[in-house]
């Protein structure tokens, strides 16, 4: 069965919508994970069969979407995911979201390893890490970036604590949250924003697990771009970082 012919039915609910009814940041990322976690799960390389047969679990890198046409609580969204390449023991895994008229909304890619769960380090293990490295389709979205980068100035905005209700069964924040901690640092006039969203990343560069501190802090590096980072308490470089571009044109 080819990947691309596996359609997915996108389920929205209304705490994905702020009052304005435009898209939260997370979202986005609840979207991209439900449909890969239920993609992976069919093709047997999902978290539970992973965890309990090789005690790995998939970490997410990276995801990044853009967004070709604004979200309505009314759609009815179809999304299609497949991995796409990568230097093992990356994975990339490219998505494409339409609506029911088959117009497509967005488009983006994820960047993913593998977790011992034993050893809480990457897995190097050739045998596990081929189980899941398929054959690869085309690329949806061009120029990904690997990291965060010509932020400008940073300035602090707020410092939080990481709560049990936060963390996932992999025993750290789950990928969903980051962007609900950025969403609480923004400020009205940024939220309202978010009806001309152009495209949104997130990368995960060190975990954070109950009981850490972290610190936010935003910059603003042009007109169309906003950039938030967390950085844990004691460290120097950022846990996460997440970069959104707005559209100027209206």
Not at 46 to 70: D, F, N, T, Y
Not at 86 to 91: C, D, K, L, Q
Not at 144 to 149: A, G, N, Q, S
Request: proline share 2%; aromatic share 10%.
């Amino acid at each position: 069965m080819k990947e691309k012919n596996i359609k997915h039915n996108i389920l929205i609910d209304i705490s994905m919508y702020n009052p304005d009814c435009n898209f939260v940041p997370s979202a986005y990322q609840r979207m991209i994970m439900a449909m890969i976690e239920e993609h992976l799960d069919i093709l047997k390389i999902g978290e539970k069969e992973l965890m309990e047969k090789l005690g790995i679990s998939w970490v997410l890198l990276s995801s990044s979407i853009k967004i070709l046409k604004k979200f309505s609580p009314t759609d009815i969204i179809t999304g299609t995911t497949w991995h796409s390449g990568g230097r093992v023991p990356s994975f990339r895994r490219d998505f494409s979201f339409c609506d029911q008229n088959g117009e497509l909304m967005a488009v983006g890619a994820t960047i993913s390893t593998l977790f011992d769960n034993t050893t809480r380090k990457l897995c190097l293990d050739r045998n596990k890490l081929s189980v899941v490295n398929l054959e690869a389709g085309e690329i949806a979205v061009e120029n990904i970036d690997r990291k965060m980068t010509r932020c400008g100035e940073f300035e602090l905005v707020e410092t939080r604590k990481v709560r049990p209700s936060m963390t996932d069964g992999v025993g750290h924040v789950n990928n969903t949250k980051y962007a609900d901690f950025v969403y609480d640092a923004m400020t009205l006039e940024e939220r309202s924003r978010l009806a001309d969203l152009a495209s949104m990343d997130i990368w995960f560069n060190y975990e954070l697990r109950e009981g850490d501190t972290f610190t936010i802090y935003r910059a603003t590096p042009d007109e169309s771009t906003l950039c938030f980072s967390g950085v844990k308490q004691g460290e120097t470089k950022s846990s996460f970082d997440l970069r959104f571009k707005f559209n100027l044109e209206k």
